[in-house]
């Protein structure tokens, strides 16, 4: 029986609140497969797997291996599916990647199929424990990876390119069509492999610089210092500020980031 049959006369139906939609297509499955290429000493959580299309692969490749799902339907057919498969029947956004990290005393390697509508809140989820993660590869929805790879001055550069400028090399891929799926969505996906720099020596504060950026593009037609003026940092002075605040947030550089979070962070 193909996978697609599988998913259509099994009682785990697709639910729209989880964003569900189960990857049928073999090849396409075994391409993602060899581009996350797992090995017997890797440490590997699969956030969303589902209906385990990738967690087959991984389960019999890596040893430390454990998935993260909030479908308590799913997890009761994985667990039975994959005897002694570590699952944590938990919110993606809320599981606490490096506690999980200093357990494992090795770096994280991070893969799924995730919920297009919490794509950008995942990635950034990830970005904040980048300390903890060695490689990420997801499957996103395409228009949402070509946003992420947007140049700097275009209308989608925004806070995710900066991040994932500073911390990670993202690249796309391969294309994924709506056919590789079931039920089928209405856009095509991407795979996106991001590979985070081994440390970022010049950010003593990651926590406060990722809220920086976000404070910055809060409201980016406004000037900096507006939106500044208009975040969780409208305390402070920013008279004596290193840079010009009279530009937007999408015309500042990484390094400048990087200033204006010392900057901050000496404020405060």
């Known amino acids: 029986?193909?996978?697609?049959?599988?998913?259509?006369?099994?009682?785990?139906?697709?639910?729209?609140?989880?964003?569900?939609?189960?990857?049928?297509?073999?090849?396409?499955?075994?391409?993602?497969?060899?581009?996350?290429?797992?090995?017997?000493?890797?440490?590997?959580?699969?956030?969303?797997?589902?209906?385990?299309?990738?967690?087959?692969?991984?389960?019999?490749?890596v040893k430390d291996f454990a998935v993260v799902e909030i479908d308590e339907r799913a997890a009761d057919y994985l667990a039975e599916l994959f005897p002694g498969l570590r699952i944590f029947r938990d919110n993606v956004l809320k599981f606490d990647f490096h506690d999980y990290f200093i357990d494992r005393g090795k770096k994280l390697r991070i893969a799924g199929n995730i919920p297009y509508n919490i794509t950008s809140d995942i990635i950034l989820k990830l970005l904040e424990n980048q300390v903890a993660i060695s490689d990420v590869v997801l499957m996103v929805q395409k228009e949402a990876a070509e946003r992420i790879l947007a140049k700097q001055g275009s209308k989608d550069f925004g806070i995710l390119n900066i991040i994932l400028?500073?911390?990670?090399?993202?690249?796309?891929?391969?294309?994924?069509?709506?056919?590789?799926?079931?039920?089928?969505?209405?856009?095509?996906?991407?795979?996106?492999?991001?590979?985070f720099f081994e440390n970022v020596d010049s950010i003593k504060n990651v926590p406060l610089f990722i809220s920086v950026i976000k404070a910055a593009f809060g409201n980016r037609r406004k000037i900096l210092k507006n939106s500044l003026n208009n975040s969780i940092f409208h305390d402070i002075d920013f008279s004596d500020s290193p840079l010009n605040l009279a530009v937007r947030a999408e015309e500042l550089q990484v390094a400048d980031y990087i200033q204006l979070t010392n900057y901050i962070m000496a404020k405060i």
């Open 1 to 61: 029986m193909d996978r697609q049959r599988q998913y259509k006369d099994n009682k785990v139906k697709p639910l729209k609140k989880f964003g569900q939609n189960f990857l049928t297509d073999k090849n396409i499955i075994r391409k993602i497969l060899a581009e996350i290429n797992p090995q017997t000493s890797d440490s590997l959580v699969e956030i969303g797997p589902g209906m385990g299309a990738l967690t087959e692969g991984l389960f019999n490749s």
């Open 165 to 195: 400028k500073t911390f990670a090399e993202t690249r796309i891929c391969f294309k994924v069509p709506a056919s590789a799926f079931y039920p089928k969505p209405h856009v095509d996906s991407a795979i996106i492999h991001l590979r």
